[in-house]
């Protein structure tokens, strides 16, 4: 059977050629995505909330005093990081919304090309201080239209029964995901240290625009749309097996809320931390903050096929831990990243430590991400009951959502403890995400082990 969306034939690395356009779709919207990213904390600390810019943002005054009317007074540093938590919070809870906007009314295509232009305009009026709220909240809006819309395109180029081309076409989709993750920083982070601010962020808009003109320049490879019907309800209940994995995958999800705390601190407070106290003077010249962004993204890539070596190692031997042990472990890994980033702070003080320490912590943290969050993704895609796999896997990027806004509160606590104790701190969040898998972890992995093995429950 031929692949969906590819009437001539074209293949992508053996893979239908929408998988093509697609990834390069999503590498360019990530370039856009984290290169902003990696530059909005250090613009709203160091001009943004300063006097002389802040009174020209639209709605900034009413704004900070709602959020001091919810959290107490906040300095400058503490209001950023509130802003940054929301932000990087919401773009994973609006792509739920952005799925409903596609299957009720717009339809995947519709759907991702309004989200497109809706992201365009969110980042080039990022160039502008008087927009950035507004520009923030379309960053939001855009997200959610696109992300969710884009990924669920990848599988229906390949019939129902393909599910290893299925597989492979995801993998290819995902060298996009990580290659914009990494290149993005470095792109607008640079652009921003030559040029200033405003060209960072024009930067990552203009790549905004050339993610929409790939994704029509493929629209012919691209699956046709799905009808659009409102969701039938199921009445049937779930048997006492299903409830029992259900709950279990729900406390997987709680538990790891505390590593992605400690992880995705590095790109709040973190960033901070290194343009405070990191000597980043080379020969070549300074290294432009952002650039750390970067390095848990890359490692995150870099570090996939040792891993899988030792796995193997490890499976020979009968070693290999669990998939519930290695979410425990990425949390420890978390942890220890962390306390690196602690000593750093201590070495530190109120001067400066070589850029290596935060560099080795930052890229501690991508190992650390590999071990628990796709673990966690197989997890639940491999046992969630089959009438519910969809909604669960879409819960455990609400579980992203939930850490996020806690970052942004938490880091409002960096200058009040300083910046050593805040990292260890962050630390023992992470450990107690390790902690809590090793106390429930056998109790989950035998609540699960059945849903597991069932050969009759598909994977996502």
């Known amino acids: 059977m031929s692949e969906i969306g590819t009437p001539d034939g074209k293949t992508f690395f053996g893979q239908p050629i929408g998988v093509a356009y697609l990834a390069f779709t999503e590498a360019w919207e990530r370039f856009s995505f984290y290169g902003m990213s990696a530059l909005v904390v250090l613009y ?24 001091e009317g919810v959290f107490g007074p906040l300095s400058n540093q503490a209001l950023a990081s509130q802003i940054y938590g929301f932000y990087s919070g919401f773009v994973y809870f609006t792509p739920i919304l952005g799925g409903l906007v596609a299957d009720r009314w717009l339809g995947a295509r519709r759907t991702v090309l309004l989200g497109a ?57 995902s060298m996009g995901i ?30 905004m625009v050339l993610a929409a003109l790939t994704y029509l320049a493929g629209a012919r490879y691209l699956p046709p749309e799905q009808p659009r019907r409102r969701a039938q309800v199921v009445a049937e209940p779930l048997t006492p097996a299903e409830r029992r994995t259900v709950a279990m995958l729900m406390a997987l999800m709680v538990i790891s809320i505390f590593q992605s705390v400690c992880y995705y601190q590095i790109t709040d407070v973190g960033i901070v931390w290194v343009s405070q106290h990191a000597a980043l003077g080379t020969p070549l010249g300074t290294i432009p903050v952002s650039w750390f962004n970067s390095i848990d993204a890359l490692a995150s890539i870099l570090f996939v096929p040792p891993l899988v070596v030792l796995w193997r190692w490890q499976s020979r031997r009968g070693r290999e831990p669990g998939d519930v042990a290695k979410i425990g472990i990425g949390a420890a890994l978390a942890a220890a990243s962390a306390l690196l980033l602690a000593l750093a702070a201590a070495m530190a003080g109120a001067g400066y430590v070589s850029a290596l320490l935060p560099l080795a912590g930052f890229a501690g943290m991508g190992i650390a991400f590999l071990y628990y969050w796709p673990t966690l993704l197989a997890i639940v895609s491999q046992s969630a009951p089959a009438r519910l796999n969809a909604t669960l896997m879409g819960t455990v990027f609400l579980s992203l959502f939930v850490s996020n806004l806690i970052i942004g509160w938490f880091g409002g606590y960096y200058e009040p403890l300083g910046p050593t104790m805040f990292w260890l701190v962050d630390a023992a969040i992470g450990g107690v995400g390790a902690l809590l898998i090793l106390v429930f972890g056998r109790v989950i992995h035998r609540a699960l082990q059945p849903a597991m093995v069932d050969e009759t429950v598909p994977s996502a």
């Open 44 to 67: 709203m600390v160091q001009q943004l909330l300063l006097p002389g810019h802040v009174e020209h943002v639209a709605g900034m005054a009413g704004f900070r005093h709602a959020l």
């Open 117 to 173: 232009g809706i992201m365009s305009a969110g980042h080039l009026l990022m160039a502008f201080e008087q927009s950035f709220l507004l520009a923030i909240l379309l960053l939001i809006i855009g997200t959610g239209c696109l992300k969710g819309n884009i990924s669920a395109q990848v599988g229906r180029l390949h019939p129902p029964e393909d599910e290893a081309g299925r597989t492979r076409s995801y993998a290819v989709f």
């Open 178 to 207: 990580n290659a914009g993750a990494v290149v993005g920083p470095l792109g607008c982070g640079l652009v921003a240290q030559l040029y200033g601010w405003d060209y960072g962020f024009g930067l990552a808009g203009v790549m």
